[in-house]
């Protein structure tokens, strides 16, 4: 007997419990009450009908252990960037980052592949998009065959390596975990689980020359590891495990001033909630900043 798997077949989203053939047609029932067709790790739908786009690359998983699609960036031009944990997109080799073109096609040229080693593949787990220049983060030693230690920069059409190189350096239990990448002005912030910049005492946050990735004196030091970032009213919003940022004291979040060439940068302001903040996200306005409560809301 053939174990083809046939591609066409719609999936359930929860358990099949019974099964039965008639002729053509197959009777499934379970605990679903669903059934699809089989996507892969990204669907694109219709903002209007929900309806899935089929004619998208189908990226392929590494099993059930598999990180799946972590980032996915619009490209500007109607394409957008794929990053996570994949070996392959549409049946070609792609290494945890792919660029799909505004037609659907993937992108031919763009070729970073970033991986640890392999037998290790790694991951890409954060992208940021600065004009013609593409900042990925997550776990991997190569990009485009060059090191890159967790954090790299490429270029936006070609995928050519760029010359940013940013010295992450590890916790003092050897894992080294960035959350969070973003680009403003040139500057690349960074929130994360980490010890040390280019040898200098930098934990948890950091900011970088967004060209060098030269580490900039923008000293914000954290009590634990930083999870989001938010950009509003001139100033940096950080999130996270911690109690204090530069030894004062913000249970779990604060507001600090971006980078300034002049100072530095990196001042607490005085900013503080009245009541601590949850989860691991939140969305900056203009006038309120939008967090989940205890209950998860």
Not at 209 to 215: E, H, P, R, S, W
Not at 243 to 269: F, H, I, K, W
């Amino acid at each position: 007997m053939s174990t083809a798997i046939f591609p066409n077949l719609w999936i359930t989203d929860a358990r099949v419990e019974g099964m039965a053939v008639l002729g053509d047609t197959v009777f499934v029932g379970g605990r679903f009450d669903y059934v699809g067709p089989p996507t892969g790790q990204l669907v694109a739908l219709d903002k209007t009908t929900g309806e899935a786009d089929l004619s998208q690359p189908r990226f392929s998983a590494l099993g059930l252990a598999s990180l799946g699609i972590q980032a996915i960036v619009p490209d500007g031009l109607g394409g957008y960037y794929v990053a996570g944990d994949f070996p392959a997109v549409a049946g070609q080799l792609r290494r945890n980052l792919a660029h799909v073109l505004p037609d659907g096609t993937l992108d031919p040229n763009f070729r970073p592949d970033p991986i640890a080693n392999e037998n290790d593949p790694g991951f890409v787990g954060e992208l940021a998009l600065d004009g013609g220049v593409l900042y990925l983060a997550g776990q991997f030693n190569t990009v485009g065959g060059q090191r890159r230690r967790d954090l790299a920069a490429v270029d936006a059409v070609t995928g050519a390596v760029r010359p940013f190189d940013g010295d992450i350096g590890g916790t003092t239990g050897g894992t080294l975990q960035i959350f969070e990448l973003h680009v403003r002005a040139g500057v690349v912030y960074i929130g994360g689980l980490f010890t040390t910049v280019a040898g200098q005492p930098r934990p948890n946050a950091v900011a970088l020359d967004g060209v060098t990735g030269a580490l900039l004196p923008w000293t914000v030091a954290t009590s634990a590891s930083v999870l989001p970032l938010g950009f509003g009213n001139g100033t940096v919003y950080i999130r996270g495990a911690f109690n204090q940022v530069n030894g004062q004291s913000r249970p779990g979040t604060a507001e600090v001033s971006l980078y300034d060439p002049a100072t530095g940068g990196g001042t607490v302001t005085p900013w503080t909630p009245s009541e601590r903040l949850f989860g691991t996200n939140f969305v900056v306005s203009p006038r309120y900043i939008w967090a989940p409560g205890p209950s998860g809301n």
